[in-house]
């Protein structure tokens, strides 16, 4: 590929729904873990169960968000004459176990990144069982297990014990929440105990049978319909019912959840049973059969409404269907992507008939509609295109999603499509945020300006300069070429170039040598050409 310098503009200086049965809990000493790490030390751990489930609540003496590299493991031992006997004798083979009474399942989760947890059964050897999950707060880890993996019900005990442990395969229990003691004194120290705590399943209580009036307002599917835009609601044949969590989403008794027609009028109600707890949620939408379908309520991005149940004669806040209304204004939604970049390193060339458009979920994904329109000069790069929405509220979300496509250009990378590093190659998606608004991108998210994330100098001629870059993504492999060039003076002298880098990472770093000169040093980041 012909190379073409792209000048940058970035400079740095250096410088649980269900109830469950009453909650056991149980105490651990505060301060008997030898790191200094509070996040690793055990305050508490209370459980409980629902009818499948029971819930392990770990309490910490630190936040496991701002600090998230410990593991917080539990050993369970539901046999005495069963169970791992060994050193290391647990899922991860972490230097961790119950020597005596033989550890039966182990669950080792991590709260960095996407977060995860994993439970383990030992039939002579371990194997990852799943029905496991982990979520967390600034002050605790939660960690829910199917009952039935444990092969146990209500009235059945356990005994359990929860750990803190680092990131290291061979790591300790820095704490234990059945030793009210020091577990170890040093990383490389084993944790042998068959110290435990004892949990039994009880059955959790039943949920009530309420009566919830539901209540829509169907004004936008009648308008559809009067106006003949696109699948609108027909007063004379269509029927619209309620459908939700407690009632199987239409599974069970259907028409014991149809609403019915206030007289003329557009709304529509009926007062329905409801089997949920008390102080428990629900979750539902409303549904025109045949037209138009289920909602998709917009002020909350198309999920599920939620009702909490807070008696049992209930009724709902009255809804708009799909949560619109004729007196939401009509909004524009302009739609702007500068194509310079690509044009730049051969991926567009509208003198070839390349030509932008706009392929979503508002028409069909067709690669051959909606057509985007050059500005005039000096903005002729720029491409743009506008969609009108009527009766849409101001804060709608995820109205629609699309992405950009070079066509006219096979050859271009991943065919034309996009892969935005925005969206990690996903679909672009808008809300409405005003009746005019518009939304400007770089195709690709490939834009001219790199952004220096830091720059720390370790020697008198040495420096590490860190800076976003594009990152390897779905169909295109690709990244860039970058120059880093630096001079002594923010505004005169001349550029020298470091050297060039190639990365395929959304953030990169290089370290320049043979500085000279004075310890101030300024740098910039050249994009050089793109990585086929």
């Known amino acids: 590929m012909k190379q073409k310098i792209l000048i940058v503009t970035a400079v740095a200086l250096l410088a649980a729904t269900t109830p469950s ?14 790191t200094g790490n509070p996040h690793m030390d ?3 751990c209370e459980v409980t169960n629902t009818f499948s489930d029971v819930i392990f609540k770990i309490k910490l003496n630190g936040n496991p968000v701002a600090v998230d590299w410990g593991k917080y493991c539990m050993g369970i031992d539901t046999n005495p004459a069963t169970g791992d006997f060994n050193p290391n004798g647990n899922g991860w083979g972490r230097a961790i176990s119950m020597p005596g009474i033989g550890m039966d ?8 990144g996407s977060m995860g947890a994993q439970l383990f059964a030992y039939n002579g050897s371990w194997s990852n069982i799943g029905g496991a999950s982990i979520t967390k707060t600034t002050n605790s880890v939660t960690i829910t297990l199917a009952l039935a993996q444990l092969g146990k019900t209500y009235g059945d005990s356990f005994n359990f014990d929860v750990y803190t442990t680092g990131g290291g395969g061979g790591d300790p229990a820095i704490d234990s929440l059945a030793n009210p003691a020091q577990t170890v004194s040093q990383w490389s120290d084993a944790y042998n105990s068959d110290l435990t705590k004892t949990y039994t399943i009880t059955v959790p209580p039943i949920p009530s049978t309420n009566h919830v009036k539901f209540t829509v307002n169907m004004e936008i599917p009648i ?12 007063t004379n044949v269509d029927q619209v019912f309620v459908r939700g969590s407690f009632n199987g989403w239409g599974a069970v008794n259907p028409a014991n959840y149809r609403l019915f027609q206030v007289g003329s009028s557009t709304v529509f109600t009926n007062t329905v049973e409801v089997v949920q707890y008390i102080n428990q949620s629900v979750s539902y939408k409303f549904e025109g059969v045949s037209f138009p379908g289920y909602e998709s309520p917009v002020l909350n991005c198309g999920n599920d409404r939620t009702l909490l149940i807070t008696a049992q004669n209930l009724n709902a806040p009255t809804n708009y269907f799909g949560d ?21 390193f051969g991926q567009f060339d509208p003198t070839l008939g390349h030509g932008v458009a706009m392929p979503g979920n508002f028409n069909g994904w067709s690669t051959g509609t909606s057509p985007l329109t050059p500005g005039t000069d000096p903005d002729t790069n720029i491409y743009s295109a506008s969609l009108s929405y009527t009766h849409y509220p101001i804060g709608a979300c995820n109205v629609g999603f699309y992405k950009f496509f070079i066509s006219g250009n096979g050859a271009a990378r991943d065919g034309g499509w996009e892969d935005p590093i925005s969206t990690g ?7 409405i945020t005003s009746a005019l608004q518009t939304n400007a991108y770089y195709y690709n998210d490939e834009g001219p300006n790199f952004k220096i994330t830091s720059a720390q100098k370790p020697g008198a001629d040495t420096a590490v300069v860190n800076w976003q870059s594009f990152p390897s993504r779905n169909n ?4 860039g ?10 505004t005169s002298g001349d550029w020298g170039s470091n050297g060039t880098f190639n990365s395929t990472a959304s953030s990169s770093s290089y370290t320049a040598t043979g500085l000279t000169g004075t310890n101030q040093q300024f740098f910039r980041v050249i994009l050089k050409a793109l990585i086929p």
């Open 476 to 479: 295109i492999p690709v990244g």
């Open 42 to 44: 055990i305050v508490s």
């Open 223 to 234: 308008w559809e319909f009067d106006n003949a835009i696109g699948n609108g609601f027909n």
């Open 21 to 34: 049965a009453r909650a056991a809990s149980y105490a651990d000493t505060v301060g008997d873990e030898f």
């Open 425 to 431: 190659s996903g679909n672009r998606g808008f809300s």
């Open 105 to 112: 399942f182990w669950v080792g989760s991590w709260v960095d």
């Open 324 to 344: 619109r209304k004729l007196s939401d204004p009509n909004d524009t939604v302009t739609f702007k992507v500068d194509m310079s970049l690509a044009r730049m």
């Open 481 to 490: 070429v970058y120059e880093i060039d630096s001079r002594q003076s923010l």
